[in-house]
């Protein structure tokens, strides 16, 4: 898995895959960073510039496209030019859509930034991810898995805490968290130029601009379990940012910007906590565990909103975020199961096609619905699709190697959590 090399700047050793990893990691949580510092200042935006909640959910849903399209287009770009330059360019583009929001004061110019975040992230997604799986080392087996998905979340977290922190207590609240974001992601730009290319550049990346998505069919058959995981833990994601700000201050009687943060990344970081307790159980158990505690976590978080409880929510909040990080990282265990370097992209294109999906389709109907229905009234909605997606995973998680050996499939590369794998 690791031993692979570039025509232009081969990969030399266990030390130069180390840089690699590192600066991946890092950069994927500048990327995410720079994602999550616009969420406390989505009140801020409301109260100064008269944005409506619909407004706000709109740029969500613009974030998401932008990813959508580029991993739909773009997403197998990587495998041909490599990781370093694809993942160069999306931090540039991070770069771009944080200089577009110093200076927001109409919802075109805010959308317009959250657009080319959401590019960045798009390439990012498939880019930068796969340069983590490249680059990782084999041992501990859960840490592929882990540093690929839950970074994202690490990062979202740490944007949206040290967001609220600058906003309400920095000078400048509306732009410097931007200014120390466009810093992280120079610097990031840096580490990526200094360290190894682990793909080697090959013809067709012309043709791969042609929308084409799937994944390696030893494991297809995993797909629509990992689907479920992706559409219910993103939505409810999506729902976080464009509507629990409003939330936090119109039924939970708090307007600090830090606690709006502190709240969005008590979903986002335990995910990062809850990943490897899901690498002691096979894909199949980890995926079951997760949504049920996301299942119970929900309800606590609605329950909280009907009862403008904020201890609660929070406890609430931080039991689903747990929840999600132990079932996102055992599906996509389960989808890089026996992966090699050419399926990574393809792969990863996949889980954040669904992701993005379950992000943006419930948001952008949630959206519409504000003028109607009142936001403890959607929140049962996001209750509803969570719901369903645990008792579907519930019902039909299926481990990675049992659907290889029932397809008469094998792979020569060593399987991505085999240590979980072989327990059942």
């Known amino acids: 898995m690791h031993n692979t090399a570039s025509a232009t700047d081969p990969v030399s050793g266990v030390g130069t895959l180390r840089l690699a990893f590192f600066s991946a990691v890092i950069s994927l949580v500048a990327v995410f960073a720079a994602v999550g510092s616009t969420i406390p200042l989505f009140n801020v935006y409301r109260e100064e510039d008269g944005f409506t909640n619909a407004d706000i959910s709109i740029t969500v849903v613009a974030y998401s496209v932008a990813t959508?399209?580029?991993?739909?287009?773009?997403?197998?770009l990587s495998g041909h030019l490599g990781r370093r330059p694809v993942s160069i360019a999306s931090l540039s583009s991070l770069l771009l859509g944080c200089l577009l929001l110093l200076d927001v004061h109409d919802i075109g110019t805010l959308i317009a930034g959250r657009f080319m975040m959401g590019l960045?992230?798009?390439?990012?997604?498939?880019?930068?991810?796969?340069?983590?799986?490249?680059?990782?080392?084999?041992?501990?087996?859960?840490?592929?898995?882990?540093?690929?998905?839950?970074?994202?979340?690490?990062?979202?977290?740490?944007?949206?805490?040290?967001?609220?922190a600058l906003v309400q207590y920095g000078p400048w609240p509306r732009e410097l968290i931007y200014l120390a974001v466009s810093a992280l992601l120079l610097l990031s730009a840096a580490l990526v130029?200094?360290?190894?290319?682990?793909?080697?550049?090959?013809?067709?990346?012309?043709?791969?601009?042609?929308?084409?998505?799937?994944?390696?069919?030893?494991?297809?058959?995993?797909?629509?379990?990992a689907a479920a995981v992706f559409l219910a833990t993103w939505a409810a994601g999506a729902f976080y940012q464009a509507f629990v700000p409003a939330l936090v201050e119109d039924r939970l009687h708090t307007r600090s910007p830090l606690v709006i943060?502190?709240?969005?990344?008590?979903?986002?970081?335990?995910?990062?906590?809850?990943?490897?307790?899901?690498?002691?159980?096979?894909?199949?158990?980890?995926?079951?565990?997760?949504?049920?505690?996301?299942?119970?976590?929900?309800?606590?978080?609605?329950?909280?909103?009907?009862?403008?409880?904020l201890v609660l929510f929070i406890v609430a909040t931080v039991l689903a975020g747990a929840g999600?990080?132990?079932?996102?990282?055992?599906?996509?265990?389960?989808?890089?199961?026996?992966?090699?370097?050419?399926?990574r992209a393809p792969t990863f294109s996949v889980i954040y096609l669904l992701s993005y999906s379950g992000a943006t389709i419930p948001a952008l109907i949630a959206g519409r619905l504000t003028s109607t229905l009142s936001l403890p009234q959607i929140s049962l909605g996001y209750g509803a699709l969570a719901l369903a997606s645990t008792v579907f995973t519930v019902l039909g998680a299926r481990d990675p190697h049992a659907t290889a050996l029932a397809n008469g499939k094998t792979s020569g590369s060593r399987p991505i959590g085999q240590r979980g794998a072989d327990r059942s």
């Open 120 to 164: 960045g992230a798009g390439l990012a997604s498939s880019g930068l991810t796969s340069y983590i799986v490249d680059a990782a080392p084999s041992r501990p087996a859960w840490l592929t898995s882990v540093a690929s998905s839950q970074t994202v979340m690490l990062g979202l977290a740490v944007g949206a805490v040290t967001s609220g």
């Open 68 to 76: 959508l399209a580029t991993l739909l287009f773009l997403g197998r």
């Open 193 to 225: 130029a200094v360290s190894p290319e682990t793909a080697t550049p090959s013809p067709g990346a012309w043709r791969s601009l042609r929308p084409r998505v799937g994944v390696p069919a030893r494991v297809r058959r995993l797909v629509p379990v």
């Open 324 to 343: 999600q990080g132990i079932a996102i990282s055992a599906a996509i265990r389960g989808l890089l199961y026996g992966s090699t370097l050419a399926d």
């Open 261 to 309: 943060g502190v709240v969005f990344a008590a979903y986002m970081g335990p995910s990062v906590l809850g990943a490897p307790v899901g690498g002691r159980f096979t894909p199949a158990r980890a995926q079951r565990l997760g949504m049920i505690g996301f299942l119970a976590g929900m309800i606590g978080v609605i329950t909280a909103i009907a009862t403008g409880t």
